[in-house]
């Protein structure tokens, strides 16, 4: 038996209790994994919260990401004792995810824990640092140097966000990181690598057609108005990689960014990424981020602790990234 954070829906409402299940109670998958960490992130928070209509099939296990150490495998690519993390997937809401002691999952869902990472340090950065390297590597892609000009940031507190500052800075990008909670944050993402603070307020002001050039690349977390203000602020030739929706996700904007300045608005997808473009990503991770950033960047918490956690993060009062410990 272990200790799991288990799901239910009653009368349409989500209830999250901490359990005990068996390992024979386990969704079907070659490769049993010792949960060390999970982590907590936006779409886990409306999933346990039932503020989104992430999960449809009950009970449910969440916790889109974690990391530990291969219990049994019945697949020649894993072995006992191999350290592993998985993100995406669908794993988390519609397959039983990381916020258990055990999870059983697709081999062809696991990355092999890249060398000089713990699973903790694998869950500072989690689904989150994943899909913001990813966005690197799209402005990258895309022709954006870190001579092109700035780089915007939105949502630059959260999870995804910070890790993007950091990334970015590391590879010589001068950011501006945008931030509802300047007073509290703005000493934090000065120390990932933010030159410049935006007031958030300054991108919800609804956006002309084209307003006055201002950004290289964007990244993007939040969607809705504040990506249609972004792309109306791009440099010709400029590009916004979005990876995000905490804002919504309409887009109320014009053809103009891109008819007139040839702005392109890359969408960025970590849950189905190919495994290739994975791995490369979780790489350049542990070799970009510093020794610091584990320490600068989030909190952890217990698996009692979530559900709190959960209300919190989809408030939007929660900065960083938050782990979820697994083990005794």
């Given at each position: 038996?272990?200790?799991a954070l288990i799901l239910n829906q009653q009368d349409k409402?989500?209830?999250?209790?901490?359990?005990?299940?068996?390992?024979?109670?386990?969704?079907?998958?070659?490769?049993?994994?010792?949960?060390?960490?999970?982590?907590?992130?936006?779409?886990?928070?409306?999933?346990?919260?039932?503020?989104?209509?992430?999960?449809?099939?009950?009970?449910?296990?969440?916790?889109?990401?974690?990391?530990?150490?291969?219990?049994?495998?019945?697949?020649?690519?894993?072995?006992?004792?191999?350290?592993?993390?998985?993100?995406?997937?669908?794993?988390?809401?519609?397959?039983?995810?990381?916020?258990?002691?055990?999870?059983?999952?697709?081999?062809?869902?696991?990355?092999?824990?890249?060398?000089?990472?713990?699973?903790?340090?694998?869950?500072?950065?989690?689904?989150?640092?994943?899909?913001?390297?990813?966005?690197?590597?799209?402005?990258?892609?895309?022709?954006?140097?870190?001579?092109?000009?700035?780089?915007?940031?939105?949502?630059?507190?959260?999870?995804?966000?910070?890790?993007?500052?950091?990334?970015?800075s590391r590879l010589g990008y001068r950011v501006a990181a945008?931030?509802?909670?300047?007073?509290?944050?703005?000493?934090?993402?000065?120390?990932?690598?933010?030159e410049s603070i935006i007031e958030r307020s300054e991108l919800?002001?609804?956006?002309?057609?084209?307003?006055?050039?201002?950004?290289?690349?964007?990244?993007?977390?939040?969607?809705?108005?504040?990506?249609?203000?972004?792309?109306?602020?791009?440099?010709?030739?400029?590009?916004?990689?979005?990876?995000?929706?905490?804002?919504?996700?309409?887009?109320?904007?014009?053809?103009?960014?891109?008819?007139?300045?040839?702005?392109?608005?890359?969408?960025?997808?970590?849950?189905?990424?190919?495994?290739?473009?994975?791995?490369?990503?979780?790489?350049?991770?542990?070799?970009?981020?510093?020794?610091?950033?584990?320490?600068?960047?989030?909190?952890?918490?217990?698996?009692?602790?979530?559900?709190?956690?959960?209300?919190?993060?989809?408030?939007?009062?929660?900065?960083?990234?938050?782990?979820?410990?697994?083990?005794?």
């Amino acid at each position: 038996m272990f200790k799991a954070l288990i799901l239910n829906q009653q009368d349409k409402t989500t209830q999250a209790h901490i359990g005990n299940i068996d390992s024979n109670q386990l969704p079907e998958g070659d490769v049993t994994v010792a949960v060390e960490y999970s982590s907590l992130n936006y779409k886990d928070g409306l999933a346990i919260t039932g503020a989104g209509k992430i999960i449809r099939q009950f009970p449910m296990v969440p916790g889109i990401d974690f990391a530990g150490t291969v219990i049994t495998s019945s697949n020649s690519r894993y072995q006992a004792g191999d350290p592993v993390v998985l993100t995406g997937w669908g794993v988390g809401e519609n397959h039983w995810g990381g916020m258990a002691q055990q999870a059983r999952v697709k081999a062809d869902w696991l990355v092999p824990l890249p060398a000089g990472l713990n699973a903790e340090q694998a869950m500072f950065i989690g689904t989150a640092g994943l899909t913001a390297m990813l966005c690197v590597q799209a402005l990258e892609d895309a022709g954006i140097t870190p001579e092109s000009g700035e780089i915007l940031v939105t949502g630059a507190s959260g999870g995804v966000g910070s890790v993007a500052v950091t990334l970015l800075s590391r590879l010589g990008y001068r950011v501006a990181a945008v931030t509802g909670r300047a007073a509290q944050n703005a000493a934090l993402l000065k120390q990932l690598g933010a030159e410049s603070i935006i007031e958030r307020s300054e991108l919800e002001e609804p956006a002309k057609p084209l307003e006055k050039q201002r950004w290289a690349g964007a990244i993007d977390t939040v969607g809705s108005n504040m990506l249609a203000k972004v792309l109306t602020q791009m440099d010709y030739n400029g590009a916004v990689a979005a990876c995000g929706l905490a804002g919504g996700f309409d887009l109320p904007t014009t053809v103009m960014p891109f008819i007139l300045r040839n702005v392109r608005l890359l969408g960025v997808d970590s849950v189905y990424c190919p495994v290739g473009k994975r791995q490369q990503a979780w790489q350049r991770l542990s070799q970009l981020l510093p020794a610091s950033f584990y320490q600068q960047a989030g909190q952890t918490i217990s698996l009692e602790q979530v559900p709190e956690f959960a209300q919190a993060i989809i408030k939007g009062q929660v900065t960083g990234r938050t782990l979820v410990k697994l083990t005794d």
